[in-house]
């Protein structure tokens, strides 16, 4: 199958440095072999982050490395090109590219490669690029560097990127910096810098991870495009199995620095040997169920009712919107980034005070400040946070961090905390032994945990989760999901649920709020909304989830060209 | 060698044996010292000997001793301002970040203007009124020096303050008090002591500069400063004496640097490339 997607020879690159004999595709490019990164600090050495990987890639072959988080894909990355991140150290094996081992190489042979030989597009583009250049300063800086060719040149061939990459207005796009392109431009923008040099090798890490699901598509379609067209080989490392799908030969599955399994896409993802790879990809299969109905005819617990709110008078981020959540009820807000779903919740908490409409809560109007809110309407109302790392405070013990709501709301004697403690660390399957750790000690799934029984604490009727496992891996998403449902069945908590997974949605939310610009623009039971007929938009999201069919990208292309979905999206934006 | 788990560079050593010399003078003066700082043992500028190591001074008091009093003095001094400035500019710098913007505006203009001011001479024209008591001494340069601890801990608290864990504390009720001491001064600690050691070193040169003008420490209280002051016309007639607190005032200068580099680097790792 690798051969049949192959573009013409003529099509291809012509070459720069090389003789066109040395071109050939399936030549190998780069080889790998027992290669061993271990992190090594002044206290002696630590964890091995890399155990003994043995890869090659050949020209024109994608190859997709996927694994959780810590499972050493970005270590492996940085690796090609002779680097590791501060702290590490490649302890062992080879990497030869080219034929020579750029173990071996001197530092000023190694900085050759780089950019030339094999080029890094990192997960966050803002990140990577500098704000005060423009942006072909930046993309053509590679080629001008390496001497391979004048700035004249390096612009048109800056041009002729951007415009297979399909950016807006390619003449005059770099022009422009940093902030003024949106973010899936941006990252099409960080592949025209690293393919600037024309390099033999593209080291995708994460790049469509930050983007939401419909700006993904596109970019994934920029990136399939680039590398077939121009036969250049490509590590494509993800978490993501139905982005890898899309766009690699092969896949290699890592785990704890370890290979898991490798063999060909359409075999690892259909056919999985191994026990670990089977379950990845069950998990994505699992997803499509959707959360049985609850007893709609209580009164809601949280009741939005045609609020405004906006940032400094000016852009109004909440249009006039309408919700209720009721006892035993998960509602998911669903939209892409910027669609006002996340400072609705900060508008239920009153950290941005409403400007029209009313909040209620069981009956009661909320104020619209948090100042002016009662010790006990703040309590009822509690939030997990997306980020677990800078939701729990880093020099507090769990201890002091879930025993305070206890004390604080409660007025507990310091034995009645410590046994409340206890007792929600059981809930959520932790040790009682963890008393005094502090969050730095625990894994991320584990200190969404201590941010659940933290929120638990307080006893409330309604919990908002913003995001909570998007920042986690995969099962351990999963896992905290499961939790998260279990303690509704058990205490009777509303979630004010959100998201821009869609999956998530259906495995977790029995009511949905689809949110554009603001407005919501669906909503209603989840099976409901998720049922055709769709509101365009909700048509848009749903398609733009990635499938882990190969072919899912053009079916996607080709209905997007084709459909009447695009100009009816493109105006609500 | 390590210390607090991190390894000691060579110059961190230096440093930080050169701190701990002289905090042990400073606290063992009376024991140490052969003779008083105001006691008038024999000539005026009589040579050193092995009764005194350093010689006498212009009213023939032990040079030795005075040096060792003089420590005493202006460590202890340094340090008692730097903490009461610490004290007052960490909590109005947290208190600004925390408590809102028509607070933040307030306490950051009043800085601003404190600091427009040439602190030397503002701190002249202050003591000049106010007198050269150690109180109103310890008072004045606290309050200008803690304008400058305002400012780092003003924006050291500020990239706390929009973290979701002092999101939560105050969405939960709580107060000020307790989000600034339980919330923020722990994870800002790292910084400030770093700072602690610079803000130190200033204050030091600083009551030297104020010693040395005659506005700082009064005779016949020893003090680094006003010995450099006092003798310093003898170093045309070739005596060594004002070199003596001179050279003692640079060395613990550059040894608190050291410590406060090496405190400053375990938190500022270069990057490189392990490969």
Not at chain 1, 60 to 75: F, H, N, P, Q, R
Not at chain 1, 90 to 107: A, H, L, N, P, T
Not at chain 2, 125 to 154: E, K, N, Q
Request: hydrophobic fraction near 45%.
């Amino acid at each position: 199958m690798t051969t049949e997607r192959r573009p013409p020879a003529e099509k291809r690159r012509a070459a720069g440095k090389h003789a066109p004999t040395e071109r050939r595709l399936g030549e190998e490019i780069l080889l790998v072999e027992g290669l061993c990164i271990e992190a090594r600090s002044e206290h002696g050495p630590g964890p091995v982050l890399v155990d003994h990987i043995s890869l090659s890639l050949r020209r024109g072959e994608v190859l997709g490395l996927i694994g959780e988080s810590g499972a050493g894909k970005s270590t492996i990355g940085l690796a090609t090109m002779g680097y590791t991140r501060n702290g590490c150290f490649i302890s062992g094996g080879r990497i030869v590219f080219e034929g020579k081992d750029i173990r071996q190489m001197s530092s000023d042979e190694r900085r050759k490669i780089r950019g030339r030989g094999v080029a890094y597009i990192a997960q966050s583009a803002a990140a990577s690029f500098n704000p005060a250049m423009t942006l072909f300063q930046q993309v053509c800086e590679v080629p001008v560097r390496h001497g391979l060719m004048s700035m004249a040149e390096a612009r048109t061939a800056a041009i002729q990127l951007f415009t297979e990459l399909d950016l807006p207005n390619p003449a005059t796009f770099g022009d422009r910096y940093p902030h003024q392109v949106s973010g899936g431009q941006l990252q099409r923008a960080m592949a025209a810098m690293a393919m600037a040099a024309k390099p033999d090798i593209l080291v995708f890490d994460e790049p469509t991870t930050a983007l939401d699901v419909t700006t993904q598509v596109e970019v994934l379609a920029a990136f399939r495009k680039l590398v077939r067209e121009h036969g250049t080989a490509a590590l494509y490392i993800t978490h993501d199995l139905a982005v890898v799908a899309q766009i690699a030969d092969r896949i290699m599955v890592l785990r704890h620095g370890k290979m898991v399994e490798v063999g060909d896409a359409t075999q690892v993802l259909q056919n999985p040997v191994e026990e670990y790879t089977r379950r990845l990809v069950a998990d994505r299969v699992e997803s499509h169920t959707v959360v049985a109905l609850r007893r709609p005819d209580e009164p809601p617990v949280l009741t939005i009712d045609r609020v405004d709110a906006s940032y400094g008078n000016v852009i109004k981020v909440i249009d006039n919107v309408s919700v209720d959540v009721r006892r035993g009820d998960t509602l998911a807000l669903v939209g892409e980034s910027g669609s006002g779903k996340s400072t609705l919740a900060r508008v239920v908490i009153g950290l941005l005070p409403r400007q029209k409409g009313d909040v209620r809560f069981c009956g009661e109007s909320l104020p619209a400040h948090l100042h002016n809110r009662t010790k006990d309407q703040r309590r009822r109302i509690q939030m997990i946070y997306q980020m677990p790392d800078v939701a729990l405070n880093p020099r507090q013990t769990l201890l002091e961090i879930v025993g305070r709501p206890v004390a604080f709301y409660f007025n507990r004697s310091r034995e009645e905390v410590r046994a409340r403690v206890i007792e929600l660390l059981r809930q959520v399957e932790l040790p009682e032994s963890y008393l005094n750790r502090l969050p730095g000690e625990l894994s991320g799934g584990q200190k969404q945990r201590v941010s659940i029984i933290r929120a638990l604490a307080a006893e409330p009727d309604l919990i908002i989760c913003d995001e909570v496992t998007s920042a986690l891996d995969q099962l351990v998403g999963e896992e905290i999901l499961k939790l998260l449902k279990r303690l509704q069945e058990e205490l009777g908590i509303a979630y004010l649920f959100i998201t821009h997974d869609l999956g998530t949605v259906k495995r977790i939310a029995n009511k949905v709020a689809v949110m554009l610009k603001g407005r919501i623009v669906a909503s209603g039971d989840t099976a409901e909304v998720f049922a055709p007929p769709y509101h365009p938009y909700t048509e848009l999201l749903l398609s733009s989830v990635p499938e882990m069919r190969a072919d899912w990208l053009d079916e996607v292309l080709a209905k997007r060209q084709s459909g009447p979905v695009n100009p009816l999206v493109e105006a609500l934006r | 060698m390590r210390l607090f788990g991190h390894k000691l560079t060579i110059t961190a050593q230096i440093g930080i044996a050169i701190v701990i010399i002289n905090i042990a003078a400073a606290v063992f003066a009376p024991l140490i010292a052969p003779f008083d700082q105001a006691e008038i043992v024999g000539d005026a500028w009589a040579d050193p000997d092995g009764t005194y190591w350093l010689g006498l001074d212009n009213l023939g008091r032990d040079l030795f001793s005075r040096m060792l009093f003089g420590a005493r003095m202006s460590i202890g001094l340094s340090l008692v301002i730097t903490c009461l400035s610490f004290c007052i500019g960490i909590f109005a710098g947290f208190a600004a970040a925390v408590a809102g913007r028509w607070l933040d505006i307030l306490l950051s203009r009043i800085v601003d203007l404190l600091l427009s001011l040439p602190t030397l001479i503002f701190a002249f024209v202050l003591l000049s009124v106010l007198g050269t008591d150690l109180p109103v001494l310890i008072g004045t340069i606290a309050i200008l020096d803690s304008t400058r601890v305002f400012r780092l801990s003003r924006a050291v608290a500020m990239n706390i303050v929009v973290l979701e864990y002092v999101e939560a504390a105050k969405v939960r009720g709580e107060g000020l008090w307790w989000i600034v001491r339980r919330e923020i001064l722990p994870n800002a600690v790292p910084p400030l002591v770093a700072e602690f050691g610079l803000r130190f070193c200033f204050t030091f040169l600083f009551i030297a500069a104020l010693s040395f003008l005659g506005l700082g420490v009064q005779p016949p209280e020893a003090d680094w400063g006003s010995m450099v002051k006092d003798y310093r016309d003898m170093i045309n007639l070739g005596v060594a004496a004002p070199l003596y607190p001179a050279a003692a005032i640079a060395l613990l200068t550059v040894g608190v640097n050291f410590v406060v580099d090496w405190m400053l680097s375990i938190h500022s790792r270069g990057h490189g490339e392990g490969a």
